[in-house]
C-alpha cells in the first residue's frame, strides 16, 4: 500500500504479548504482507457491526423459539 506523496504518516505503538505478536507475523506472512499492512487490512475490511459466531448462534435459537411460539398460538 504505497501512501500518496506529501501525506502525513501518524504512528501508533501499542503492546502484544509474545503469543499475539507470533499469531500477527504467521497470519502476516500467510497473506504476503508486512504486519503494517497487515492489521491495515483488518481494520479496514471488517464491517462496521462485526458479530460473533455465538451472537449469530443465539440469534438463530431465538428466532426458532418465537417462530415455535408463533406456531403454538395459532
Known amino acids: ?3 500518496p506523496k506529501g501525506e502525513n504518516v501518524i504512528r501508533k505503538h501499542f503492546k502484544l ?3 499475539i505478536a507470533k499469531l500477527l507475523a504467521e497470519r502476516s506472512k500467510a497473506e504476503n504482507m508486512n ?3 497487515y492489521i491495515r487490512y483488518l481494520l479496514l475490511n471488517q464491517s462496521e457491526y462485526p458479530r460473533s459466531r455465538e451472537l449469530e448462534l443465539e440469534i438463530m435459537r431465538l428466532r426458532n423459539e418465537i417462530n415455535k ?3 403454538n398460538i395459532n
Request: aromatic share 0%; hydrophobic share 25%; charged share 40%.
Open 1 to 3: 500500500m504505497a501512501r
Open 17 to 19: 504479548t509474545e503469543e
Open 69 to 71: 411460539i408463533g406456531g
Open 35 to 37: 504486519e503494517s499492512e
